[in-house]
């Protein structure tokens, strides 16, 4: 088995690790002796929801989580707003944008209060509801290792690039600066009666529906671009849409898009070279047969 | 075998002695376990189903039971209320909302799920496992009984030479095979799992109840399309409770892998019952931190 531990001549220094790194049954032992010690001050404590995967390639950056961290709103949208009518259904876009907002606002400032320069891997749950949208961002806080210095809620970065997506971004001299999101609900207008009549028997496009959603997604795009640009970013990575008719106004379409603001900080993009691999494995799993008992 | 434990089946402690032994785990993990030393010594399961006494009171309640009776505030823990700013309207009129943490579905569910994973850690003990590895807890209602039942199993395992837990009961992790190699590999032991619900009720004010039904009555000074802040609160208060309960279960160690999944059910006119469990692997480190250097990133031609 191959761990995370890397063979010396792999180090930059040329220097071997710690001397039991290569024997994982070594550094099993010792760590179920590790037990017997009490624990540590609960100063020294965090929490996570990064994988152990995540968590290693933070560290070869030189970042380290330290808390998990939310943000939650909720806002409202009058009765009668989803009723059949033209153009955007501003109400439910206004109510999308303040609480995407809020909810970021608020996950700042628990980073900023946990010692967090940034929440990488974030989690957003959107709830768009009759008569209320919510929006639930959920991540884990991080910091350069070691950092004592508690920043600003202001200057905390969101973003939901995996641990590994952000390893890669920094690798090549960018930096995330915080989530875009735009959003646009827009009425399908009805069909005249004559329309509608005429269109019966026939396979046909309902314009009305194709132009809605394309006023829907430009307009939701338009915004999340000019969200990025409020916060100084040159682009956004990872979008994700969501985009269809309400479940409970079928005659209303909704376009919602986010993704991380990126900025390149380093002199100049840096090219990350990957290197070619070619699996050999064959498709049947191997076991080690390895006997379980006077082995 | 270890002294079995009086309450074990007695079918359960004929299994344990007859020798072979059974694991949960993957062909792969079970690979990887081997090659760390750890030896399977059996698949171990806890149970238990559980009936929350305010269900009988308030059958519509779902699952984890209703808001039971009316004592907000008088079992410490989270509080907040919302005063009507319109004075008398009506006698049906919301002239207040509170929201408060219900600690008796907590204390239920914390019930439930410690009951089954202390019968975990019986089997586990009887087997002379040193921990318990690919750990899945899973709770889910019982027919439509209002009931809950909670089922935690995963693999008991033997550390080849290693020396029984000190205070007796096995370490457990929801980790397995090479995922628990890597975490042992970066310093950290497991410790136990930690998992923890926190609930709290919405009990929703005038101004809550019109906002989240989106009316407006004309005579009120909401602003259309304001924030629904004494439920947004309610949300952020779940959560944070959440990570404050499982933080107290840490003492100075750290949780891994974390999932926080929160649930809401909506009861009409803005109240609602709010849910967030939390739970992941409590881990200690062991050895200081030796960073690998930066990955390198490769492409697959496959």
């Given at each position: 088995m191959t761990g995370p531990a890397p063979l010396a001549a792999d180090r930059p220094d040329g220097s071997a690790g710690?001397?039991?790194?290569?024997?994982i049954r070594k550094e099993m032992l010792a760590a179920a002796q590790s037990l017997d010690r009490s624990a540590p001050s609960p100063a020294a404590a965090m929490t996570s929801d990064l994988s152990i995967d995540e968590e290693l390639t933070l560290h070869s950056i030189g970042w380290e989580p330290i808390e998990l961290v939310y943000g939650v709103s909720l806002h409202s949208i009058p009765m009668g707003v989803w009723n059949w009518g033209q153009g955007e259904i501003t109400h439910a876009s206004s109510a999308f944008a303040r609480s995407f907002a809020a909810a970021t606002d608020r996950i700042h400032h628990e980073c900023a209060r946990s010692g967090g320069h940034g929440v990488v891997g974030v989690h957003v749950e959107r709830n768009v509801d009759r008569h209320h949208i919510g929006i639930a961002l959920t991540g884990t806080a991080v910091r350069p290792v070691g950092a004592k210095k508690l920043p600003s809620a202001d200057s905390v970065f969101v973003s939901d690039l995996s641990g590994r997506d952000f390893t890669l971004l920094q690798g090549s001299g960018w930096m995330p600066l915080g989530l875009a999101a735009g959003a646009s609900f827009v009425y399908a207008p009805r069909r005249s009666m004559g329309t509608a009549m005429k269109q019966t028997s026939q396979n046909v496009e309902l314009t009305n529906f194709t132009e809605a959603m394309y006023a829907a997604r430009e307009s939701a795009m338009e915004r999340m671009q000019r969200s990025a640009l409020a916060l100084q970013g040159t682009g956004v990575v990872e979008v994700k849409v969501t985009e269809g008719?309400?479940?409970?106004?079928?005659h209303a379409i909704g376009f919602s898009a986010y993704g991380t603001v990126i900025r390149l900080v380093a002199g100049q993009h840096r090219n990350l070279a990957p290197r070619m691999v070619l699996p050999l494995d064959d498709p049947v799993r191997g076991v080690e047969a390895t006997a379980l008992r006077g082995a | 075998m270890d002294d079995v434990p009086g309450d074990l089946p007695e079918a359960a402690a004929r299994r344990f002695s007859e020798g072979a032994f059974t694991s949960g785990l993957t062909v792969p993990d079970f690979a990887a376990c081997l090659q760390m030393g750890l030896e399977p010594a059996g698949y171990v399961q806890g149970f238990c189903v559980m009936k929350w006494g305010s269900w009988q009171f308030y059958?519509?309640?779902?699952?984890?039971?209703?808001?039971?009776?009316?004592?907000?505030?008088?079992?410490?823990g989270y509080s907040e209320s919302w005063q009507c700013p319109?004075?008398?309207?009506?006698?049906?009129?919301?002239?207040w909302g509170q929201n408060y943490e219900q600690p008796w579905v907590e204390d239920a569910w914390a019930n439930g799920f410690t009951s089954a994973y202390e019968r975990l850690i019986e089997e586990a003990s009887a087997l002379g496992a040193h921990g318990i590895v690919g750990l899945v807890d899973t709770s889910a209602p019982l027919g439509d009984l209002g009931v809950l039942e909670f089922r935690v199993q995963g693999t008991a395992v033997k550390v080849k030479d290693g020396p029984p837990p000190a205070d007796g009961r096995p370490w457990t992790t929801y980790l397995a095979g090479q995922r628990l190699a890597k975490l042992i590999e970066a310093g950290y032991m497991p410790v136990s799992i930690a998992a923890t619900v926190a609930s709290v009720r919405v009990w929703a004010s005038c101004i809550t109840a019109y906002l989240t039904e989106g009316t407006?009555?004309?005579?009120?000074s909401q602003a259309v399309g304001a924030e629904i802040e004494q439920t947004a609160r309610a949300q952020m208060a779940v959560r944070r409770i959440a990570r404050e309960r499982v933080r107290a279960q840490l003492g100075g160690d750290s949780l891994h892998g974390a999932s926080m999944g929160t649930r809401e059910r909506e009861l009409g006119e803005g109240d609602a019952d709010l849910e967030c469990i939390l739970r992941g692997n409590r881990v200690r480190r062991f050895k200081e931190f030796d960073p690998m250097p930066a990955p390198r990133p490769t492409v697959r031609l496959s």
């Amino acid at each position: 088995m191959t761990g995370p531990a890397p063979l010396a001549a792999d180090r930059p220094d040329g220097s071997a690790g710690d001397a039991t790194s290569g024997d994982i049954r070594k550094e099993m032992l010792a760590a179920a002796q590790s037990l017997d010690r009490s624990a540590p001050s609960p100063a020294a404590a965090m929490t996570s929801d990064l994988s152990i995967d995540e968590e290693l390639t933070l560290h070869s950056i030189g970042w380290e989580p330290i808390e998990l961290v939310y943000g939650v709103s909720l806002h409202s949208i009058p009765m009668g707003v989803w009723n059949w009518g033209q153009g955007e259904i501003t109400h439910a876009s206004s109510a999308f944008a303040r609480s995407f907002a809020a909810a970021t606002d608020r996950i700042h400032h628990e980073c900023a209060r946990s010692g967090g320069h940034g929440v990488v891997g974030v989690h957003v749950e959107r709830n768009v509801d009759r008569h209320h949208i919510g929006i639930a961002l959920t991540g884990t806080a991080v910091r350069p290792v070691g950092a004592k210095k508690l920043p600003s809620a202001d200057s905390v970065f969101v973003s939901d690039l995996s641990g590994r997506d952000f390893t890669l971004l920094q690798g090549s001299g960018w930096m995330p600066l915080g989530l875009a999101a735009g959003a646009s609900f827009v009425y399908a207008p009805r069909r005249s009666m004559g329309t509608a009549m005429k269109q019966t028997s026939q396979n046909v496009e309902l314009t009305n529906f194709t132009e809605a959603m394309y006023a829907a997604r430009e307009s939701a795009m338009e915004r999340m671009q000019r969200s990025a640009l409020a916060l100084q970013g040159t682009g956004v990575v990872e979008v994700k849409v969501t985009e269809g008719p309400m479940e409970f106004a079928h005659h209303a379409i909704g376009f919602s898009a986010y993704g991380t603001v990126i900025r390149l900080v380093a002199g100049q993009h840096r090219n990350l070279a990957p290197r070619m691999v070619l699996p050999l494995d064959d498709p049947v799993r191997g076991v080690e047969a390895t006997a379980l008992r006077g082995a | 075998m270890d002294d079995v434990p009086g309450d074990l089946p007695e079918a359960a402690a004929r299994r344990f002695s007859e020798g072979a032994f059974t694991s949960g785990l993957t062909v792969p993990d079970f690979a990887a376990c081997l090659q760390m030393g750890l030896e399977p010594a059996g698949y171990v399961q806890g149970f238990c189903v559980m009936k929350w006494g305010s269900w009988q009171f308030y059958p519509g309640a779902g699952p984890y039971g209703g808001y039971g009776p009316n004592v907000a505030g008088t079992h410490g823990g989270y509080s907040e209320s919302w005063q009507c700013p319109h004075g008398f309207v009506s006698a049906e009129h919301r002239v207040w909302g509170q929201n408060y943490e219900q600690p008796w579905v907590e204390d239920a569910w914390a019930n439930g799920f410690t009951s089954a994973y202390e019968r975990l850690i019986e089997e586990a003990s009887a087997l002379g496992a040193h921990g318990i590895v690919g750990l899945v807890d899973t709770s889910a209602p019982l027919g439509d009984l209002g009931v809950l039942e909670f089922r935690v199993q995963g693999t008991a395992v033997k550390v080849k030479d290693g020396p029984p837990p000190a205070d007796g009961r096995p370490w457990t992790t929801y980790l397995a095979g090479q995922r628990l190699a890597k975490l042992i590999e970066a310093g950290y032991m497991p410790v136990s799992i930690a998992a923890t619900v926190a609930s709290v009720r919405v009990w929703a004010s005038c101004i809550t109840a019109y906002l989240t039904e989106g009316t407006n009555p004309g005579w009120t000074s909401q602003a259309v399309g304001a924030e629904i802040e004494q439920t947004a609160r309610a949300q952020m208060a779940v959560r944070r409770i959440a990570r404050e309960r499982v933080r107290a279960q840490l003492g100075g160690d750290s949780l891994h892998g974390a999932s926080m999944g929160t649930r809401e059910r909506e009861l009409g006119e803005g109240d609602a019952d709010l849910e967030c469990i939390l739970r992941g692997n409590r881990v200690r480190r062991f050895k200081e931190f030796d960073p690998m250097p930066a990955p390198r990133p490769t492409v697959r031609l496959s």
